[in-house]
């Protein structure tokens, strides 16, 4: 990985993305070392099939390796970005099965790898409970919309009918909430 291993520290997010949107296979196999547990815990989470699971796993670091030039950090976090990737090829490939995703509760216990890194299993807690806390203080309605679309799996147009809500409401308060979840987060405020 010539631009993100050139240091001696560990590369950003930034620079690993930066790496595989020009064509770095060792900063696409960080980013999965990063990334992967997570974006299967949802995954499963979400399916409730392990095999599912690998697979929109696969299929969203395939995705994020063809379009890591368009990541945009100004709109989110790399691994928002992921999370929604994946989220997106879970509910294709439920969809080309013909069920419906699953729908659990949020724990922040699922939003971390139980494998691996005991330091990064550490931070990736610590991540997970400072996003629980944060979405505490998230106003009643934005929670709402966060939940049915982010952690149950609905489409914008599936979470506007369950609410009988107007679908520009529901991409507002995603936007408002997401952009509340940042600035918190941003901040270190939790």
Request: aromatic fraction near 6%.
């Amino acid at each position: 990985m010539d631009r993100a291993a050139t240091s001696t520290t560990i590369p950003s997010d930034a620079e690993l993305i930066d790496a595989v949107s020009h064509g770095d296979e060792q900063a696409l196999a960080h980013l999965y070392d990063r990334y992967g547990g997570l974006l299967y815990s949802f995954s499963i989470r979400m399916s409730g099939d392990p095999e599912l699971a690998e697979e929109a796993v696969q299929n969203a670091f395939l995705s994020a390796w063809k379009a890591a030039g368009t990541f945009d950090a100004a709109r989110s976090s790399l691994s928002t970005w992921l999370v929604a990737i994946v989220k997106n090829r879970t509910r294709d490939l439920l969809r080309q099965k013909g069920r419906a995703p699953i729908t659990q509760e949020l724990n922040p216990n699922l939003l971390y790898a139980e494998d691996g890194d005991p330091s990064l299993q550490t931070e990736e807690r610590l991540r997970a409970e400072a996003v629980h806390r944060a979405l505490a203080t998230l106003p009643r309605e934005q929670y709402e919309v966060l939940h049915l679309t982010y952690f149950l799996g609905l489409s914008h147009r599936e979470a506007s009918g369950r609410l009988a809500i107007p679908l520009g409401t529901v991409k507002s308060r995603i936007r408002l909430a997401l952009e509340r979840l940042s600035h918190l987060l941003s901040q270190g405020k939790l």
